[in-house]
Each structure stands twice: as structure tokens, then as C-alpha cells.
């Protein structure tokens, strides 16, 4: 009782409370206002849904199986809460909580580490105000986010050395993303080598590179119709298959040699490290070892989404970035050596202080919180037209909209994207069609709207059900 009560007025617990909130107050703004997108938020939330109803978990946005995506179980225990009542808000209030959750095992970790109460909760205020933990949640919804947390309490638990709690925080991150996997193992080698934690160390190495094999060899295939995961195509000069990636960059290095040593690269690396760069100590990185697959897939990419703090792509990362910054000060702590703050003019300011300023610095510099002014206001003239379109959708139906409009409509089997490069070959398929020819959404664009607007008024099929403000509603008409 007396530790509930320790609990209950905690500072780091009442951050937390008030960061989940703000975080989904922010999610659920960007939502109403329109700016969700089918990628990602509208399929998972389609998958929640279908698993909750029992039906399978078949995404018509990618047209796979979910578990052929990225054999992300988690989302089998996350759609009991559509059971409760299904809505989209049940996601965005479980990333909310699962990004803001991370904080108390970074203040732990500083505790375990030896760091006073204050230093501690500064560096919880480092994990709350990084840019990455807030620009993710308003990017839609990713099952990743809850790895989030179970990266750093499995940190946690290696070093107070509990076994049992380690094991199911590793299971949780490697039910939330296949290539998660690669990071448990990196993280096993650091554990085993570095930080001599043998049995956790060899835990996560073997679980993590057998659920690699495991998830794509055998899992994503079987429910891929035996294709490889669409993910491989971004590192199409590598290989056409992950095995064959795998070798490539150990037979071919002057493949990835350009990519390493780029001005991208350095750009990506600066963007990760700016928010923490003062408490780093060279000595102290081994930490890092643990981000080395998620750094290099990165880096290695295609795709420059992949390298930047808006995306998901560097979540895993964070949990080794912090955990080097607690072994920097810890050893300045103890007199072991210095972070690069040390060798600052103002190396007497108050450390925990200092630690939250700069913090707040790198959150006004890099969060995207100006989004809801330069981006996400665009689309008021339309909104209550959109909505009133959206009521009239009144069965379950298949949808063919935009990705903006889809993550309203995907409690359904049966969603599907305008797309300019892809036009639908049979409209005769979706009872209902709800366009935007103001913002015809991603991958999409006006000429290709109008264009539909102007062939389904001319299909005898359909009829047009709503028109106001450039938004489009037709459904199927049955009588004729």
C-alpha cells in the first residue's frame, strides 16, 4: 500500500497522465480535422475491427493479410478493446498512453544507473520532449509504438537481472513488428558482450534472430500468397529477397559504401543525436550497438522517410540513444569520465536544469506541432461537408475514397484508395464512391477526380447521393 502511494504522487506518473492526454487530445485533433490517412492509420484500424468481429484480418488497403504485413500480433489483444466498442480513438489512446509510458523506465534506468532523483527526472523530460516522441504520434498509428516501452523496460529488467520480466518484454516487442527482431538480437549481443547480462543477453539473441527467420521465411510468406514483404523492394540494388540482401552486404560492401559515407546520412545521424548531444560520452556507447540493424536499414533505404524524426522507422533507436545518455552520466557521476557538456563554459549551470532547457530547444526546433497551423487548418472549408457526406454511408458497404476520408469509413472489409496511377477497373464493385475534388488525397490528384466525377454521373449504376463544396457522394443505384 505504501508503494501505491508512492506511486500515486510521483512526478514522473503525473508526467506520463499529462502526456498521454496531450497526445491524444493532439491524435484526435488531427483525426477530425481529416488529416489521418488510410497508410496507417485506416488499416489498422480496419484490422482491429475485422479481428474484433471475427472475420479475418484481410486489409483491402494492401490486399494481404495483416499478418503478411509485418506478422504484428499484438493486434489481436489491441481489437479486445473494439469489443468494447469499436472506434478508431481506442488506437490513437493506445499509442498516446505507450509513447508517453516510456518515461518511468528512463527515470528507472537513471535510478538503477545511480543518478539522483533530479538528474533522473530531467532525463525523463529528454525521453518526453524528443521530437521522434511526439511527431510520431501524430503520424497516424503504428503497432511499434508499444514496443516502445517494452525495449526500455526490457532494459530495465536485464540489469535488476529479472529473467521472467525481461522474457515478456522481448515476446511484446517482437509481437509488435517483424524486423523488431533484428534489434532484440543486436540488443542481446550488446547485453551479452558489453553489459554482461549472459542469460538475457543470450535470451534475446537466439529469440530475436530465430523470430527473424521464423517471421520471414515462414510467417509473412504464408500469409503474403509466398511473396516476399513489400519492404524489400526499398533496398531493390541489394537483392530482390532478404536472404539475398543479407549476403550482398557482406560479398558486395562497395554497394552500401556510398550510402554510409553521404551527406544524407550525416544529416540523419545529426537530426538523432542534436537533443542529446551534450550528455553523450565517446566512452560510453556501447549502448548503441543495440540500434546498429534499425541505424543501417535506415541509412541503407530508399526511402528518405526512413531518415528523418517524423516517421517511425527510428523508434527503436531511441530506447539505446537514452540508455547511452544514462551510462554518460553515470560515469561522470562517479567520476569515470566526462559527457561533451563537461567541456562547456557553463558546465556549473545546474545540470538538471541545463538538461530540460536544451531539451525544450530541441522540441521547439524539431516537433511538428506547427502542422496544425500550416497544414492541418487547409481543409476547415470542407469539413462539415465531408462529415455530412460520411453519415450518409449507412451500411456496410464497400468504399471507394480518398486516403484522407478512408480512416473514417474502415469498419468494412471492403475499403479502397483513389489512386491517378491506378484507376479502379470496376467501379461496379464499391456501393459507395465519396470524393474530394478540393484535396483529392494521397496518391491521387484533381484531374483524376473530376474525371471520375464526370464518368460516374454518366453511369447509369450510379447515382449521385450528396454534392456540396466539391465533395462527391454516389452510391449504387439498384433499381437500375
Known amino acids: 500500500m505504501s508503494n501505491f502511494k508512492h506511486l500515486k504522487y510521483h512526478p514522473v506518473i503525473w508526467s506520463i497522465a499529462l502526456v498521454s492526454l496531450i497526445f491524444f487530445l493532439f491524435s484526435s485533433a488531427r483525426h477530425a480535422l481529416f488529416e489521418s490517412n488510410a497508410f496507417e492509420l485506416g488499416i489498422y484500424d480496419q484490422v482491429a475491427y475485422l479481428i474484433s468481429q471475427g472475420q479475418t ?98 532494459i530495465l529488467a536485464a540489469r535488476l537481472n529479472k529473467t521472467l520480466w525481461f522474457c515478456a518484454a522481448i515476446v511484446l516487442v517482437l509481437s509488435c513488428k517483424a524486423v523488431l527482431s533484428l534489434t532484440v538480437a543486436a540488443m542481446g549481443l550488446w547485453l551479452l558482450c558489453f553489459d554482461k547480462k549472459r542469460n538475457c543477453g543470450l535470451i534475446a539473441l537466439f529469440l530475436g534472430a530465430g523470430w527473424f527467420l521464423i517471421a ?24 530482390h529477397s532478404v ?28 537530426l538523432l543525436v542534436l537533443p542529446v548531444i ?24 530508399d526511402i528518405p522517410a526512413q531518415r528523418d524524426l517524423i516517421h517511425q522507422y527510428s523508434l527503436p533507436i531511441l530506447p539505446f540513444l537514452l540508455t547511452a545518455v544514462i551510462s554518460s552520466l553515470a560515469a561522470r557521476n562517479q567520476q569515470k569520465g566526462k559527457t561533451i557538456f563537461d567541456r562547456l563554459p557553463i558546465r556549473n549551470y545546474p545540470l538538471p536544469r541545463v538538461i530540460v532547457i536544451w531539451s525544450v530547444i530541441g522540441f521547439l526546433a524539431l516537433a511538428k506541432y506547427g502542422y496544425f497551423w500550416t497544414i492541418y487548418l487547409d481543409s476547415l472549408a470542407s469539413l462539415p461537408a465531408t462529415r455530412e457526406a460520411i453519415s450518409l454511408v449507412e451500411t456496410k ?32 464493385e464499391f456501393e459507395y464512391v465519396l470524393l474530394n475534388l478540393r484535396y483529392p488525397g494521397w496518391m491521387s490528384d484533381r484531374a483524376f477526380v473530376k474525371n471520375l466525377v464526370t464518368k460516374l454521373q454518366n453511369t447509369p449504376q450510379f447515382q449521385l447521393k450528396y454534392q456540396r463544396d466539391d465533395i462527391y457522394l454516389f452510391t449504387q443505384n439498384h433499381n437500375k
Open 57 to 154: 484480418p484481410f486489409s483491402s488497403f494492401l490486399e494481404i493479410h495483416h499478418m503478411g504485413n509485418h506478422a504484428a500480433g499484438v493486434m489481436y489483444p489491441v481489437a479486445l478493446l473494439y469489443k468494447i466498442y469499436p472506434d478508431v480513438h481506442w488506437l490513437l489512446l493506445v499509442q498516446a498512453v505507450s509513447l508517453a509510458l516510456g518515461a518511468w523506465p528512463v527515470w528507472s534506468l537513471a535510478r538503477q544507473a545511480g543518478l539522483n532523483n533530479s538528474i533522473s527526472r530531467a532525463i525523463a523530460c529528454i525521453y518526453l520532449l524528443y521530437p521522434l516522441v511526439f511527431n510520431l504520434n501524430l503520424f497516424d498509428f503504428h503497432p511499434e509504438v508499444i514496443a516502445l516501452p517494452a525495449l526500455l523496460a526490457a
Open 216 to 239: 520471414t521465411q515462414a510467417v509473412i510468406p504464408y500469409f503474403n500468397q509466398g511473396r516476399e514483404h513489400a519492404g524489400v523492394a526499398r533496398y531493390g540494388y541489394l537483392g
Open 243 to 270: 536472404l539475398e540482401i543479407a549476403v550482398n552486404l557482406i560479398l558486395k560492401p562497395n554497394l552500401v559504401l556510398a550510402r554510409l559515407f553521404s551527406w544524407d546520412t550525416f544529416e540523419y545521424l545529426a
Open 278 to 301: 551534450w550528455w553523450l560520452s565517446p566512452r560510453h556507447l556501447s549502448p548503441l550497438i543495440s540500434a546498429v540493424p534499425m541505424l543501417a536499414m535506415n541509412i541503407l533505404s
Open 397 to 428: 458497404g464497400s468504399v471507394l475514397t480518398t486516403s484522407q476520408i478512408a480512416p473514417h469509413l474502415t469498419h468494412r472489409p471492403v475499403v479502397k484508395l483513389t489512386q491517378a496511377h491506378s484507376p479502379p477497373t470496376n467501379l461496379a
